[in-house]
């Protein structure tokens, strides 16, 4: 995470925007007497809302734990994607 302040940041914002898309760098723009802002990718966003979404679904959240444990426990069963569509059918 990566703290500047916003004339800072405006006057580099290519390499900030960057920083956060190719280095997955989260920046803080501090700004004087204002509120601040965090800058990410969309790609970080993306995941944060995604995990967000599993936390805040119990039965959801639960069925993710369930299946973690089956594969490491080696429960899988492996399917071609002819076998798929002919469960569908």
């Known amino acids: 995470m ?5 004339s800072t940041y405006r006057n580099n914002l290519k390499e900030y925007c ?3 898309t190719d280095d997955s760098e989260t920046i803080i723009v501090t700004r004087k007497g204002e509120k601040n802002i ?3 990718s969309l790609n970080e966003y993306n995941n944060i809302m995604e995990n967000l ?6 039965n959801y959240f639960v069925e993710l734990f369930r ?7 080696g429960k ?3 399917k071609t994607i002819v076998e798929l569509e ?4």
């Open 67 to 73: 299946s973690l444990q089956q594969l490491n426990q």
């Open 53 to 58: 979404k599993v936390l805040k679904n119990p």
């Open 18 to 20: 960057d920083r956060a």
């Open 76 to 78: 899988v069963v492996i």
């Open 2 to 6: 990566l703290a500047v302040n916003y």
């Open 38 to 40: 965090v800058v990410m």
């Open 86 to 89: 002919t469960m569908e059918q």
